[in-house]
């Protein structure tokens, strides 16, 4: 459900950019400065008995023309047999309720099946073709990272880590999502949006963390400023996190799981950048202070070997 929301709230916040790069046809003869995102509508699936909460639906007017219609977008987490004929009831609902035209799309985030997934639904009998839906699909495993990574987009910067990649490609997508938000001029809120998508998306294994340090290294001075402040950002947040969770509850107890969550993510960043510690090295970073262990968090960014860990744990006798 984590995921679910965050894949509704990136395309909502970068719904015209999801256009410009998927349907650029679309994009061109919407007005822009008509869009009009609807409250959420909730159907019941009489067939199969369940309640779908539809993703995202726009209300726009063609460019120059007083005429409406709707985009509805719904992103689907995973392959559904009867995703075709359910996409086909939204748009006969929603044609129903609103007596307008209705553009319906379909985004895939799964990995895995492989195979290209259906875009439309028939219903036919011998001797009458009754039914013929369509709807576009953007399926994002079918999409190859490299063909999107030279260009700057928001969207790009997210989705780029649901596409198509090598068995050892992950460390190498991860930075080419950075490379790009990093190019981006947008706000704070919207750069944390994507950065967390990406992390949420993507996650490394160890061996993954450190190729993706190695390459960071190679990149040119300023720009590998710029992705380090990111990655900066979004590390401080997740070590945070834990401790801030317990102060605001205000109970002992709370206090000290958030700063054991700290020391754990703090200990497991440590190894992912220097490999394993030596038990006496853990046993200092333990029995830190909250601040200090918060100063950590910060100056093992610039750690390249344990000597710089034990030259920084010296400095706080």
């Not at 129903?96 to 028939?122: C, G, M, R």
């Not at 947040?237 to 054991?260: A, S």
Request: glycine share 6%; net charge negative.
């Amino acid at each position: 459900m984590y995921h679910d929301r965050l894949f509704k709230e990136l395309l909502s916040t970068f719904f015209l950019d999801f256009l410009e790069v998927f349907c650029p046809e679309l994009a061109k003869y919407l007005d822009h400065g008509s869009l009009e995102f609807l409250d959420k509508e909730v159907f019941t699936d009489v067939t199969h008995g369940e309640r779908h909460e539809v993703d995202l639906v726009a209300k726009a007017r063609f460019r120059g023309k007083p005429l409406g219609f709707l985009v509805h977008i719904e992103a689907q987490a995973r392959q559904q047999d009867i995703f075709p004929q359910r996409m086909f009831t939204y748009f006969a609902r929603f044609h129903e309720k609103y007596n307008l035209p209705v553009y319906p799309i379909a985004v895939f985030s799964f990995q895995t099946p492989k195979e290209q997934e259906p875009d439309e639904y028939h219903i036919d009998f011998p001797d009458l073709a009754v039914l013929s839906f369509r709807f576009r699909v953007v399926q994002l495993n079918q999409l190859a990272w490299q063909d999107f990574e030279h260009r700057t987009s928001p969207i790009l910067a997210a989705l780029m880590a649901n596409m198509q990649r090598g068995p050892k490609e992950a460390a190498r997508v991860k930075l080419a999502c950075l490379r790009m938000l990093a190019k981006l001029q947008i706000d704070p809120a919207r750069r944390e949006l994507i950065s967390g998508f990406v992390d949420s998306y993507l996650e490394l294994t160890m061996e993954e963390e450190k190729q993706l340090g190695e390459e960071l290294q190679e990149l040119h001075p300023p720009e590998r400023e710029n992705v380090m402040e990111i990655v900066t950002s979004w590390m401080k947040k997740g070590l945070k996190q834990g401790l801030e969770q317990g102060l605001e509850q205000g109970l002992e107890q709370g206090r000290q799981e958030g700063l054991t969550h700290e020391r754990t993510l703090v200990l497991r960043l440590l190894r992912k950048r220097l490999g394993d510690l030596d038990p006496a090295v853990k046993e200092q970073i333990e029995s830190l202070s909250p601040d200090r262990l918060d100063q950590l968090g910060e100056a093992l960014l610039d750690f390249n070997a344990c000597d710089d860990l034990g030259i920084w744990l010296q400095s706080q006798r």
